[in-house]
């Protein structure tokens, strides 16, 4: 397992972007590139649901078939807006820095107040 | 910045596990894992539209948030399911492997077709 | 506006269930139920998608379409569990009855209770 | 029973909005729209997550309860944007009087076209 597998798919996915030459008619990822952000954010939707019903289903071999399809369309809505996996990664880390994983509970409790869902 | 990030991280959420003496009181991570199964997938589903509304924003600051936190809930479903993100990484691997992310394009075409969907 | 309009769709729908005849060759909705439980769910996720993404947009026109998308593929997957929007309905109606849709509060509140997030 | 049910339901939602009186301290409807777009949007990505997990325990009780949920928040989605569920059952209607559905299959196919996936 390299240190970098993010780093690197991502630089081939950027790689397919048709401003650095990527072909939609050969490319699954210069075709969502091209059809713009609501075709990739769909995406986003779709493979959620699906991680969903794998997991539901308890089939192990499709949680990671389907996180890795979730994850994959995340980097390129990520390149779909200049940014990198390393940004995500970053934002991971600060969170892990501050308190071992307690921000989280701590930006949630504040979202469901700014929310009114706790309420 | 490498993919140990998620390792880590992966590590610490492992170590919030009530069966690893995880406190459900105090923590986030260990309330999610006690909850169960449901509780844990519905964050998904949550943290996926909340990655597509701050993409449809255009808010590179919460793009990069949002997907942190459904990346970081994705590991908590891994976990939760005895899996590692190594696991993920593993497959998003052997894709690029394949030719270059093609193996993308020709598996959502079989989905399609197994789906009817295409037709 | 007819009285039942979701009930007239709910039948054209039973009536496309390839035990009543439907032919996945012809038919979308006899299709979605011959390829059964995941690829139903997985337009019901599609489709909330949409609607995020309509409503995101401000599209008026939009979110009615893709709100009736949604609504659509929910009729398919309560007629491929043996269920009518009537039973929906009745749901609905009794939440209302009980005090003015107080009992969306009180419900939601038990499940964060129940699921501890606002812990 | 009748779609009666959902435009009485509307009407009520549309009365707690704050505009019209609604007090977010003590309705969640009323909070709902005092949160605004994308608390409501929120709302309906996690609950057809819900009716996704509902469905695959294939727990009948549940799938009624969460679609109910998932139509509730629908129609707080059309109120915040000023429409009506008779909007949405007038689009529903529509398609079914081209032939008999035939539209949908018809309009997926456009869409598949248009967003280049079935490509």
New interface residues.
């Given amino acids: 397992?390299?240190?970098?597998?993010?780093?690197?798919?991502a630089a081939?996915?950027e790689g397919?972007h048709p401003a650095a030459g990527g072909d939609?008619a050969t490319?699954?990822?210069a075709?969502?590139f091209?059809?713009g952000?609501?075709?990739?954010?769909?995406k986003?939707?779709?493979?959620?649901?699906?991680?969903?019903?794998a997991?539901?289903?308890?089939d192990?071999t499709r949680?990671?078939?389907e996180?890795?399809d979730?994850?994959?369309h995340?980097l390129v809505?990520?390149a779909?807006?200049?940014?990198k996996p390393?940004?995500?990664?970053?934002?991971?880390?600060r969170?892990?820095g501050l308190s071992?994983?307690?921000e989280?509970?701590l930006r949630?409790a504040q979202q469901?107040f700014?929310?009114?869902?706790?309420?």
Same sequence: chains 1, 2, 3, 4.
């Avoid at 779909?80 to 940014?83: D, E, Q, S, T, V």
């Fill in positions: 397992m390299s240190d970098d597998t993010l780093a690197r798919l081939v996915i397919r939609a490319s699954y990822v075709r969502l091209s059809k952000t609501d075709t990739i954010l769909k986003i939707g779709e493979e959620a649901t699906e991680v969903v019903m997991a539901k289903d308890g192990r949680i990671v078939v996180t890795a979730l994850w994959f995340c809505a990520l779909h807006f200049g940014l390393a940004d995500v990664l970053a934002e991971l880390q969170r892990e071992g994983l307690d989280f509970a949630k469901r700014d929310s009114g869902e706790s309420a």
